[in-house]
């Protein structure tokens, strides 16, 4: 059964007039918005395809200097395969199927199976989920030039954005911000048949949502993460928590920040 904790934040409003919300998040605060949930294996899945198809380094060259509005997507999804993958890159992206998990399943039936679709990413690194970010970015300021025709529907959303890893400070202020917002009573353990939680289902309105004793989530400091994960028996409601990781884990997760760099 789920457990909200009742508060009512005060009403913020954005410094600026709001444009079209970068793509998966909400406005967290000044020029910074935030993913309303952990990145999720479909999510990875989609860089996963992306990369065995297209995204060497002269795509990736294109896409930062991409004209601001009129893109055919045909004709650029044509130069794109033209372009071909970085077969390096996508190796090194790779989730690592035959990882083992701390309950009865592996990494490949946790990522590729349909059932677990909606569940967080695991056994991400920190380069990984840079690279993610980096790609996504890539796609967003892509499909803001293909759905705009015109300067005038172009001005609907922000000229430049970049999504990256939150610092700690984001996330601290995140968990008082959005507090209303936390699922505290999901208590899941290893051992059954899986240990992390499926994304909370989200309505047309984007909310932010956290998830306590799910997974851990990446900082822009590498080898930092905040939370409480699944692993974690700390029962207090610490939810900026800082826990050091080495490499990936089947506890740890990760979600982005987007910031507008140009209104």
């Known amino acids: ?44 899945k989609e860089f996963e395809s992306f990369l065995q198809i297209a995204y060497n380094k002269e795509l990736r060259d294109s896409l930062k200097n991409i004209p601001p509005y ?23 992206m790779k989730v690592p199927l035959d990882a083992r998990l701390s309950w009865a399943m592996n990494m490949n039936e946790y990522y590729n199976s349909p059932d677990f679709s909606n569940y967080p990413v695991l056994y ?11 790609w996504r970015t890539d796609m967003v300021m892509l499909l803001f030039s293909v ?15 970049r999504y990256r890893l939150p610092t700690i400070e984001e996330w601290e202020y995140a968990m008082e911000k959005f507090k209303d917002k936390v699922f505290n009573k999901m208590s899941v353990y290893a051992g059954e048949r899986c240990a ?40 207090t409601d610490n939810y900026s928590k800082t826990v050091s990781y080495a490499g990936p884990r089947d506890w740890l997760g990760f979600r982005c920040v987007c910031e507008i760099v140009e209104y």
């Open 147 to 161: 759905y705009s025709k015109n300067e005038k529907q172009r001005a609907k959303f922000y000229t430049k954005i």
């Open 70 to 92: 009129g893109i055919d997507m045909n004709n650029f999804q044509s130069y794109m395969r033209l372009c071909g993958p970085d077969k390096q890159m996508a190796m090194k």
């Open 196 to 235: 992390t939680i499926e994304a909370v289902p989200q309505k047309k309105h984007l909310e932010f949502v956290y998830v306590p004793y799910n997974v851990a989530e990446m900082t822009i400091v590498d080898k930092v993460a905040v939370g409480l994960s699944w692993r974690d028996t700390d029962t």
């Open 124 to 134: 991400i690194s920190y380069i990984q989920a840079q690279a993610y970010c980096e």
């Open 1 to 44: 059964m789920l457990s909200i904790a009742q508060a009512a934040p005060k009403k913020e409003k954005l410094p600026f007039k709001p444009k079209v919300a970068p793509p998966g998040t909400v406005w967290l605060r000044d020029s910074v918005f935030i993913d309303v949930s952990p990145v999720k294996n479909v999510d990875y």
